[in-house]
């Protein structure tokens, strides 16, 4: 059984940072496509970054420079470092697994199999 738990989420001030982090648990973490989406409320979900197993990653033009995507395989965790926050930021953000290599429309969010139950950011 695969389970992603989101952690880190909060609020803070424009220009502020936050780090999440996602749990991961059940299957062969490193051969997975890994990603984080977000969804702010009336807006549809958008992928904001992934990592290959390869460790090669992806940004969202808009958080290009501000985030970070990195993993801990020793760890089966995946993280979202966030810096310079702005209210846009503001969202659910969920950790996202895809049960093989990154497909190529990773931030389409039916790539992936697996969801985390979301954790909130807010910026204000």
């Known amino acids: 059984h695969v389970q992603l738990v989101e952690s880190g989420g909060g609020s803070v001030q424009a220009g502020g940072s936050l780090r999440l982090s996602c749990a991961a648990s059940?299957?062969?973490?490193?051969?997975?496509?890994m990603g984080w989406f977000r969804q702010a409320p009336g807006k549809e979900r958008e992928g904001v970054a992934t990592i290959a197993n390869s460790g090669s990653t992806v940004y969202a033009d808009s958080v290009k420079g501000r985030f970070t995507i990195s993993k801990d395989n020793a760890k089966n965790t995946l993280y979202l470092q966030m810096n310079n926050l702005k209210p846009e930021d503001t969202a659910m953000y969920y950790c996202a697994a895809r049960a093989r290599g990154c497909s190529l429309f990773v931030f389409r969010p039916r790539e992936y199999d697996f969801w985390g139950q979301g954790t909130q950011v807010t910026v204000s």
């Open positions: 059940g299957y062969t973490y490193t051969t997975y496509c």
